[in-house]
């Protein structure tokens, strides 16, 4: 099925960063979690590398043991403050209101066929991909880069190689509302060069 040109910008145009604290009450399931890593594989990919690898973590256990381990090594970085804190009560908030939370990989081509750049670059189409889907199944997620994402104690939580590059976090939960938009977008003779 083909959408229409203005169905087609009409959803591009309405995807919403859904932010945890907005999140409504119920939980997904893995079901649901698959289409939108489903829809994740159909990103551009030069050379067919396919770079994007996700961890899926929604159990109880595992998110606490996530939480604890990111303020652990807050802490351990920026010392014990009000601020650090404070950043510490955020991510135990982010953790527990989302369903789920999905750790965003790039997963190096073993023969580095294309830079480095390119595969980053496929991994975040995937992710568009994955937040485009997400509205259609009463799905809100947000993408952080945030939450000691290459600290040594979450790469090994996560069981990263070397290479693998950790790009965040995209958290899940529930969200069956329109949000509308804060802050007009440019227009496009602010952002496109006609040569």
Not at 123 to 138: F, Y
Not at 173 to 192: A, C, F, H, N, W
Request: aromatic share 10%.
């Amino acid at each position: 099925m083909r959408l229409k040109q203005e169905e087609s910008i009409e959803w591009i145009a309405s995807r919403r960063s859904v932010f945890p604290k907005e999140f409504e009450e119920g939980s997904l399931s893995e079901t649901e979690i698959e289409l939108l890593l489903e829809a994740a594989k159909w990103a551009p990919t030069h050379k067919s590398t396919e770079p994007w690898r996700f961890s899926v973590i929604m159990s109880p256990e595992k998110k606490t043991k996530l939480i604890n381990l990111q303020v652990e090594a807050l802490f351990a970085s920026k010392g014990e403050s009000e601020m650090t804190a404070a950043k510490a009560g955020k991510f135990r908030m982010i953790g527990e209101k989302s369903s789920a939370i999905i750790a965003i990989v790039m997963k190096r081509d073993i023969q580095e066929r294309i830079p480095v750049n390119e595969e980053l670059w496929a991994v975040a189409c995937a992710v568009q991909n994955i937040h485009l889907h997400s509205a259609s199944l009463n799905i809100g997620g947000y993408w952080s880069t945030g939450a000691m994402t290459n600290d040594d104690s979450i790469r090994e939580f996560l069981n990263l190689e070397e290479d693998d590059i950790h790009m965040g976090w995209f958290y899940l939960g529930r969200y069956s509302k329109t949000k509308t938009l804060v802050k007009p977008r440019m227009i496009q003779e602010d952002y496109v060069n006609w040569m």
